[in-house]
């Protein structure tokens, strides 16, 4: 079967670093997809792994280990705005189909 | 209008009622997608729309009926819903459906529909 597995909630210290991991089990494997949703808005797109490594954005950076079925996202300098569910999101066999998980609900604190 | 539009952006009806959902995605693509968002569940894709054509249905009961007239337009038809739809739903937009690279899919803020 497929499996997204990520935390359900962390919390956080304004300006510090944050890790929220994800891993996954899907039938195939086509890249791996990082999205930020605030409460009641759309999803916005943050991050695509689909080779092994690190790629990084700015405050945002993104780690995928394909044989471990393993992902990171790492934020730094954490802002107060940065409040959101994070949302792992693989995508399996289908060249368009993404699994998600429940997401990670993250609370930066002052 | 920019990106992808939803409307209406909240919408309460009873089960006997029938309703439309509408996506609007200024984007030019050519894939649109409806998801499903429960409270503390994952985001469950229903139906896939490439070139106007449905390529996807996530085996959605038939109370959910999908229109895509042009690669522009989405709308999601309601009817007799039950009070357990309640939920978020979500349109999504992407270039098209096997393009190589990232192919991210873009969404619009959604429908707060509660059924009563």
């Known amino acids: 079967g497929q499996n997204i597995d990520q935390p359900t909630e962390m919390t956080a210290t304004e300006g510090a670093i944050v890790q929220i991991n994800c891993t996954y089990q899907?039938?195939?494997?086509?890249?791996l997809f990082w999205y930020q949703q605030h409460a009641g808005e759309a999803p916005t797109f943050l991050s695509y792994?689909?080779?092994?490594g690190l790629e990084e954005k700015g405050r945002f950076s993104s780690f995928l280990s394909r044989s471990k079925g393993y992902s990171y996202l790492l934020l730094k300098e954490l802002q107060m705005k940065d409040s959101a569910s994070y949302l792992c999101?693989?995508?399996?066999?289908?060249?368009?189909?993404?699994?998600f998980g429940s997401g990670t609900r993250l609370l930066v604190r002052p | 209008e920019t990106g992808v539009t939803q409307t209406p952006r909240h919408l309460v009806m009873g089960m006997t009622n029938k309703k439309s959902l509408k996506c609007e995605q200024h984007l030019g693509h050519n894939a649109m997608y409806w998801y499903k968002q429960s409270a503390k569940k994952p985001l469950e894709l229903m139906f896939v729309?490439?070139?106007?054509?449905?390529?996807e249905n996530n085996s959605v009961p038939s109370r959910f009926s999908p229109e895509c007239p042009n690669s522009s337009h989405l709308f999601l038809h309601l009817h007799t819903l039950q009070p357990e739809d309640s939920a978020l739903y979500l349109c999504?937009?992407?270039?098209?459906?096997?393009?190589?690279?990232?192919?991210?899919?873009?969404f619009g803020p959604g429908t707060r529909l509660t059924v009563l």
């Open positions: 792994n689909v080779l092994d």
């Open positions: 999504a937009s992407s270039q098209d459906l096997f393009s190589g690279r990232a192919n991210e899919q873009f």
């Open positions: 729309y490439n070139f106007k054509e449905q390529t």
């Open positions: 899907t039938s195939g494997f086509n890249g």
């Open positions: 999101a693989p995508r399996g066999d289908s060249s368009y189909k993404l699994i």
